[in-house]
């Protein structure tokens, strides 16, 4: 179990678990942001190592950071595994991935539960596949049944056209109708650019929810109505680092005007709940 500092480590702040970081083998970290930079109208805040990372925790006040792996390719799982194993620390939260094309692709996520992670990430966009479509139901299934959290990109997203439907809020409330035991995180407060969709389709689920770039385009007003809407106790930050800085999102979310106890819940506990520490 993750031994964890106390919170409010600065006086009058509430420390923090963020649920959704990206980063990337050091060899590799300078070219993959650089491609990954080429294709969407965004520039990075952090250069995308776990060095990088670290810093920005400490800045932050930033207790766990969720390491989100992308498997964009049916071949990587392997490659991923051994990095994760690498990473992971009382403060770094590894999250494998593996492509829906990877052979006996299920038989890979009981191989990271068992290696004691405790979720995984996917992104439909970026591994090519609708989130509602059969061929997913064996990691859907795998990852029910071994209890792990599986942390999906939700929404469009910046890098691909608008008409992109493939991570649809609906979507994800089909998954969870027919895998009533999933365990699963939409990013993006439910969907990117898609919350209108999230209060018809996903508030009031069995989903979470983080609150990555979604507050300064929904403003204060909306993004607490959807939040206290779904439920307090099943919203969590995440930053998107290092896309944007964590603690301008910490800002953001102190800035809703919620409670200190509700604020607290985002930042800290519900995550710390979630994930068993």
């Known amino acids: 179990m993750t031994t964890l500092p106390p919170a409010g480590i600065l006086p009058g702040a509430v420390s923090a678990i963020d649920m959704h970081t990206h980063a990337f083998p050091d060899e590799i970290a300078a070219r993959a942001m650089a491609k990954l930079e080429g294709e969407a109208p965004i520039r990075a805040v952090g250069r995308g190592t776990i060095a990088d990372l670290l810093a920005s925790m400490d800045r932050a006040d930033v207790d766990i950071s969720a390491v989100c792996a ?3 390719k049916p071949d990587q799982a392997e490659g991923i595994l051994k990095w994760c194993r690498k990473i992971r620390s009382d403060r770094i939260e590894a999250m494998p991935s593996v492509h829906p094309d990877t052979p006996q692709a299920g038989r890979w996520v009981e191989r990271f539960a068992k290696e004691g992670f405790r979720g995984i990430k996917l992104h439909p966009m970026y591994q090519e596949f609708a989130a509602d479509e059969r061929r997913m139901d064996d990691i859907y299934a795998a990852a029910a049944a071994a209890g792990l959290l599986v942390v999906a990109h ?3 997203d910046i890098a691909f056209p608008p008409d992109d ?3 649809a809020p609906a979507r ?3 998954v969870v109708e027919r895998f009533p035991r999933l365990r699963l995180l939409c990013t993006h407060l439910g969907g990117w650019e898609s919350w209108d969709e999230v209060e018809q389709c996903l508030l009031g689920t069995q989903v979470y929810l983080e609150t990555s770039f979604s507050l300064p385009t929904l403003g204060a007003g909306r ?4 939040i206290r809407r779904h439920g307090v106790e099943r919203v969590m930050f995440g930053s998107d680092w290092p896309w944007k800085p964590q603690d301008e999102e910490i800002r953001l979310i102190r800035g809703l005007g919620l409670s200190e106890t509700d604020t607290r819940a ?5 995550a710390a709940r979630l994930m068993g520490y």
């Open 70 to 72: 992308i498997a964009t």
């Open 154 to 156: 939700c929404g469009k």
């Open 165 to 167: 439907d493939r991570a």
């Open 172 to 174: 994800f409330a089909r």
């Open 223 to 226: 993004s607490v109505e959807l």
């Open 266 to 270: 985002i930042l800290w506990s519900n």
